[in-house]
């Protein structure tokens, strides 16, 4: 009776291998039951391919088993045909070890022995399935040893090894497999819950600046009022909103005339302050909504946190600043104002008459402070003229200026503030804005 045995070239832990021996008929019905199943019986292909692998492996004639080799002799290509341009070899190979894969994962077939067709190699592996935990603990032997299969006679039993001992680890079976996994599994838990954690970590140390600012409002829990500044014109054009809504207005109702004569107007400018401060709202997916100032009433306020845009504008800015140090005037349409409360000295003036697209400075107040009289959080953005606002909103959404000046002024979590900016206004386009003064309590 002829028999087979593994030889290899360098001195390895036999013992490995030392109850895995099985007889050349063994393997050869384990052959057969593959080719017999339903991943290869309605195929020609598939088991030829297989067959020829393993009875050339049997017969110590791996180093036959090339891809040209196997075209010419499995798929009867011509000696020196282009096997770039004809892939038939390959392609079968990787198709015979997913339908092999399949096999050996549907129950019945755990402990039976195991035949694989490694990656980059059209040798096949043999394993006997009891020792599949065994031989997966050594895989510190991994890319150590070549095998070689040769004939030797007068054996009564055969002893078929692997060709590459580090390929054994993908063929574990049962409880192993299983063991192995979870580990994984677990471990990938284990590295996803750290790289979220340090992403959030990464986005908190990031945001400091806005998260000061902007805490309060997110932290709410309840939508924010947007409350953006209008121009009220009457027919002939003129900005004179109080009139207009005292004449216009009767037993608390307005008529549809004064309704269709009455324009809200909202600068351009404004509008894009408006889509970064609202960028930033749906970037942390809070809830906002959004009135002209002449349209809110106090019971609006006091719903939840207000964010009010515009300053002159704005009659609630007007009136909710009023209280603060920091505050708008307009003595004459000519020229408007900052002014400080607690020092007359300190005065920022913007004249109304300059040219558009000059030269000039504009200035705003940013405030995030807690209005005792609305009894919610307040944010002003505003400036004198459209510049100004601009960058305000340009400031408060910008995590950079906001920590700079907080790393600065080294003000404490939980403090109420008020901030007066500048502007340089070059061609009618606002620069960057800069703090020229600021009250913390």
Known sequence: METAKVVTLHHEDDSLFEDGRFSRS???????????SKHFRNSKRY????????ERTLAGK????KERTLGVDVFARPNHYDTNG?????????EIRKRIAQYYQEPGHEEELRIELPLGSYVPHFLPAPHASQIAKHDHLRDRSEILVAVAPDLDREMLRPEAVGLTAKQS?????????????????LITAATLGGILLQNHLTDRGINYFWQPIIASGTPALIVIGVHSLDERGQDDPTKIQANSIRDGQENMLAAMVRSDMVPVSDIVSYSGITD??????????????????????????????GGLDNIWTKRLIASLRFSFYASTQLESEIRDSKDSSHVWKFNNMQLVSGDSRDYAVVASYFDSTI???????????????????????SDQDLKSWLTQEKV??????????????????????????????
Request: charged share 20%; glycine share 8%; proline share 5%.
């Open 47 to 54: 088991p030829t391919f297989l067959r020829f692998v393993v």
């Open 412 to 441: 404490p979590r939980g403090k109420n503030v008020e901030l007066v900016l500048s502007t340089e206004i070059l061609d009618g386009q606002p620069g960057p804005p800069h703090v020229v003064a600021s009250s913390i309590w």
């Open 280 to 309: 930033l709202l749906t970037r942390r997916t809070h809830v906002y909504r959004t009135k002209g100032s002449t349209d809110t009433t106090f019971e609006d306020l006091r719903q939840g946190p207000v964010i009010l845009m």
């Open 86 to 94: 004809d892939p038939i070899v390959r392609v079968t190979a990787g």
């Open 62 to 65: 791996t180093e036959t088993l």
């Open 26 to 36: 063994e393997l050869l019905e384990q052959l057969e039951r593959i080719v017999r």
């Open 375 to 397: 009894g919610q959080h307040v944010l002003i953005v505003a400036g004198i003229g459209k510049a100004g606002t601009q960058a305000a909103a340009e400031f408060v959404t």
């Open 173 to 189: 079976v049962g409880l192993e497999r299983r063991k192995r996994a979870f580990l994984f599994s677990f471990l990938f838990v």
